[in-house]
């Protein structure tokens, strides 16, 4: 479990594909003290499992899916990533809770200053768009965001200054392609909704007043 809350950065020393899979090398670019095989790590806001541990440098495998979901595919030598170590029990929860699962690649439509922060425009899957609400909470590219607005396929979040120069937010431009997470509970709250809320074709919803009184709401 991570937390969104960037620690810094790490750079690419190897991308060794092996058919849909690929094994990473990364450096990274701070102090990261005691990496131990096989503790998490999120890179772009992907979970990987450190293979083999270095003095500032870990490997890691990514499978086929997640090559298949992530922006981790367009990573080359000498790339950048952001990187986040695993939440540790007792320690604070600065962002929110971020499994390090990513749902999908989002792309950057837009960006417009707001002062002397960012405001940048998403676009994702309509099909997501259900697990968003305005202020909610989102990761993107493993980084807690709020976002201000949301639609059924767009969403705009406001980067601050050192959120901006601390990851690789500062690199994004129209057209770049990003991982995002949903909100974790939101998935839940979703699923659990979902016999009433996303019922077969032509089918009269079975959320109704009439249900909720019945259940005590």
Known sequence: MFTG???????????????????????????????????????????????????NRFTA????ETMRLTNLGVLVKSAKVNLERALGLGDR?????????VDFQAEVAGLATAGQSTVYTINFPGEFGRLLVPKGSVALDGVSLTVNECGPDFLTVNVIPS????????SWRPGTKVN????????????????????ESGAKSGLSVEFLREHGF
């Not at 495998?61 to 086929?64: H, N």
């Not at 929110?96 to 699962?101: I, R």
Request: net charge negative.
């Open 61 to 64: 495998y990514a499978s086929g």
């Open 93 to 101: 929860l600065g962002g929110h809770l971020v499994s390090g699962h």
């Open 5 to 55: 809350i960037i620690q810094g950065l790490g750079q690419v020393e190897a991308a060794t594909p092996s058919g849909r899979e690929t094994r990473f090398a990364i450096r990274t670019l701070f102090d990261m003290p005691g990496i131990a095989k096989g503790e998490s790590i999120a890179v772009n806001g992907a979970c990987l499992t450190v293979e083999e541990p270095g003095v």
């Open 180 to 199: 995002m997470e949903t909100d974790l509970i939101g998935k839940y709250v979703a699923r659990m909704l979902g016999p009433w809320t996303a019922p």
């Open 163 to 170: 959120t901006k120069s601390a990851t690789m937010i500062a």
